[in-house]
């Protein structure tokens, strides 16, 4: 195997193949290196195309799933100012609180690249409990963006402040959102991200939790925000993070897919290139579980099943379960802004080479 070769000989190896089939084909061929393609390397490179799945150039890097109504709708009244329209929509998710937390999230994604509708909805409506709710997630989503992906240790002093800054005007205005509509789950939601990035104590998020779970026991995106809480990279431990998932996953009823969440915690633990740890008889047990979850999923929220079949793909190549691996990637394929394939330095070249792999290997 190249990887285990001395040094000089990887280097040799690589040039030659620059010289002979171009630098992209040298940067493909670091992947038998290193584990991973490099983060610089051409995404659009495919010598041979997977037949019937979409070419690697037209792959969707901003969703992890077909644009629904919704979308369209969002984005109808978003290019036409129409901040009524957008304030009905928010308002008729009430109690419906998944929904509501997949149309808070669309919209403060969208006013992350031009809030003008948004500034006019709050103009026209002071303190109105839906424009505070998206305002303030906008801005956490805005403070990410300037912080960016890197480790701590790799940001620079103005990424630092610039997130220390937006991510305590968020907490800010998510309280004011807390305050305006108590009942909702979504801003405690919010918060639970704003508690990674503040760092908070484990008793204050202890504290927190309670107050998400009290109004929405289930929910899928608090659950993974305060997953990311406890896992060793923030503020808990692999330990921690394992039985935070695990006990989730335990009491949660059908149609909810907590199932999902021992599989995400195995990930953040053992990273992107590991294969004999999610082989293990628990992990097998975890896939299983979501595979039944989702055969019965029904009308489930595709919102939060796209996300899980997502999950699904990666662990069943890693088990060598590429059959059903395909399955998924015939599903989920097109769109790939989604764990675990975000997590990795060349999202789309990753997705292909996962796909491709168990597409190739589904018969053997």
């Not at 015939?330 to 394939?341: E, T």
Request: charged share 25%; net charge negative; glycine share 6%.
């Amino acid at each position: 195997m190249i990887r285990h070769m001395p040094d000089f000989v990887k280097v040799f190896y690589l040039a030659s193949i620059a010289l002979t089939k171009g630098d992209a084909a040298a940067d493909a061929a670091t992947r038998r290196i290193s584990g991973r393609y490099p983060a610089d390397m051409d995404t659009t490179y495919e010598p041979k195309p997977l037949p019937g799945f979409v070419a690697l150039r037209d792959l969707d890097t901003q969703r992890y799933m077909p644009p629904t109504a919704t979308d369209a709708e969002i984005d109808e009244a978003v290019g036409a100012g129409d901040w009524q329209r957008l304030a009905s929509m928010l308002d008729k998710t009430w109690q419906r609180w998944d929904e509501r937390s997949y149309l808070v999230y669309a919209l403060s994604t969208s006013a992350v690249k031009d809030d003008s509708w948004l500034k006019a909805w709050e103009q026209s409506e002071a303190g109105n409990p839906g424009a505070l709710l998206v305002r303030a997630n906008r801005t956490v989503r805005h403070a990410w963006e300037v912080r960016g992906a890197k480790f701590a240790s790799q940001l620079t002093g103005e990424q630092i402040d610039g997130f220390r800054h937006y991510i305590e005007l968020a907490e800010s205005l998510m309280r004011d959102a807390i305050t305006t509509a108590p009942d909702d789950p979504t801003p405690y939601e919010g918060m639970l991200r704003i508690a990674m990035g503040r760092s908070w104590s484990h008793e204050a998020m202890e504290e927190l939790w309670g107050e998400y779970t009290k109004r929405h026991p289930h929910g899928f995106e608090g659950h993974l925000a305060a997953l990311q809480y406890w896992c060793a990279k923030w503020r808990g431990s692999h330990e921690r993070a394992r039985s935070f998932a695990a006990a989730a996953a335990e009491g949660a009823p059908a149609g909810t897919f907590l199932r999902v969440l021992p599989l995400v915690a195995a990930f953040e633990e053992h990273g992107l290139t590991a294969t004999k740890e999610y082989r293990t008889r628990e992990m097998r047990a975890a896939v299983d579980a979501c595979l039944e979850e989702v055969s019965s999923s029904g009308d489930a929220d595709p919102h939060i099943l796209y996300q899980v079949r997502h999950v699904l793909a990666f662990f069943l190549n890693r088990a060598g379960r590429h059959a059903e691996a395909a399955e998924q990637f015939r599903i989920i394929d097109g769109h790939i802004k989604a764990l675990p394939w975000v997590y990795f330095p060349n999202t789309i070249q990753e997705y292909g080479w996962f796909r491709r792999d168990s597409v190739r290997r589904q018969r053997k």
